[in-house]
């Protein structure tokens, strides 16, 4: 094995790269040496470096096409110089289809058919011609650099997209990250290979983002940009709470249980309907585990946040009733129409189903897709004073207080 090749070896394992696109890179650095030293703006260079003797080999590539006469070719450029002038006072790019009728020849990819007939009597229209080209003597000093300079990008974008290869893979779900600082409004999370961004609109408002601190996030996209990749994170979307249900419970990791709903306020309250049909599966007592070591486990991923675990049903009403929960309904008169629901509650009620803000009813709404109206039994005025419940909701003690209003949209 030539030190060559022991060296291509030694990069790609420092940079995690495949021998493949290295070689790739190589040859085109070698390319753009050709090019600087030996060749002109005419020609579409191809080289083919061997590492273990070093030897390199060199060829102008040109297609094949229909011979143009130079007065039309001339002529037709005229005229795409007049079509650009027309669509640039008009503000506008010039599209494809208007210069789709211009004959065109690009002399650097292209050889009419005339010309290639004088190298390859065989020569057809369509043909790929590679013309063997000679290296006189050993690249200069501006060749090296062009060829280290083209190494250096070659091998950053092949990092890139490596990189993003890699994280594209991983949309949709969790990852775990350091905060390294907080720049304005967003927060840097170093992610191994590459920084993540955390943005405003994506974090939880009450909670501190530490430098140095491990954060599981929610991965919410990832695409590649001039800069690099730009991965996009959230500690607030709803389906980060999907996706630690996912990692903590196993039978919703199999598909046993089903997550049929999430209805969220990040740093507050979610409400998340299950369902299965496996008759032998408890899905509401297997996310909250033994003695809510589960449902404890999730709380404590998502900053304290409470986790109201909802029994998902078919039936409207009943769904409705549970998605209320912890309050306790009386009765549910549902307007198919509307999609709209009017459920009552006992006075001493009233002000859990609200939730405090409102938040209760706004979830609930959320999570069924109804429209939810509370009400009291008729002769029952609303509470003039606010109101605080406590009960008991996955094994942990919570306080409601009633919105202003009983509405959720």
Not at 194 to 201: E, R
């Amino acid at each position: 094995m030539s030190e060559i090749t022991k060296a291509i070896q030694a990069l790609c394992a420092e940079k995690n790269l495949s021998y493949d696109a290295v070689m790739e890179t190589i040859e085109a650095a070698l390319a753009a040496a050709y090019r600087k030293d030996f060749g002109n703006k005419q020609q579409n260079i191809k080289v083919k470096f061997d590492p273990e003797t070093a030897d390199i080999q060199s060829w102008d590539v040109k297609t094949v096409v229909p011979d143009v006469d130079p007065d039309v070719l001339e002529k037709a450029q005229e005229e795409l110089s007049a079509r650009r002038e027309q669509a640039r006072e008009a503000n506008r790019e010039l599209t494809e289809a208007e210069t789709a009728d211009l004959p065109r020849f690009n002399p650097k990819l292209e050889m009419m058919l005339a010309d290639a007939k004088q190298i390859d009597k065989k020569a057809k229209i369509g043909m790929v011609l590679e013309i063997p080209l000679q290296i006189t003597h050993e690249f200069g000093r501006m060749a090296a650099q062009t060829a280290k300079q083209v190494i250096i990008q070659k091998i950053r974008e092949a990092e890139r997209t490596m990189v993003f290869g890699d994280f594209k893979t991983q949309e949709g779900q969790l990852i775990t990250g350091t905060i390294q600082r907080v720049e304005g409004r967003k927060v840097l999370i170093d992610l191994g290979k590459i920084t993540g961004i955390l943005p405003s609109d994506q974090q939880i408002f009450n909670e501190h983002y530490r430098p140095g601190a491990r954060l599981k996030m929610y991965v919410v996209s990832v695409e590649m940009t001039t800069r690099g990749p730009e991965i996009i994170l959230s500690r607030s979307h709803p389906n980060m709470v999907r996706a630690i249900f996912v990692e903590e419970i196993p039978e919703v990791a199999s598909g046993r249980i089903e997550i049929k709903g999430i209805a969220r306020d990040a740093g507050f309250r979610s409400k998340v309907a299950v369902a299965t049909s496996d008759e032998s599966i408890d899905p509401i007592g297997s996310c909250i585990g033994q003695r809510g070591s589960r449902i404890t486990t999730i709380i404590t991923e998502l900053g304290g946040e409470k986790i109201d675990i909802i029994q998902h049903s078919d039936d409207p009403a009943q769904y409705i009733t549970k998605a209320l929960s912890p309050a306790k309904v009386i009765g549910v008169e549902l307007n198919e129409a509307e999609k709209m629901a009017r459920v009552m509650v006992a006075p001493e009620q009233y002000s859990l189903a609200i939730g405090r803000g409102g938040q209760n009813v706004r979830l609930a709404s959320e999570l069924t897709g109804w429209k939810i109206n509370v009400t009291q039994p008729e002769g029952v005025a609303e509470p003039a004073v606010e109101a605080v419940s406590e009960t008991e909701v996955s094994g942990e003690k919570v306080e409601e207080a009633p919105a202003e209003q009983a509405n959720a949209e």
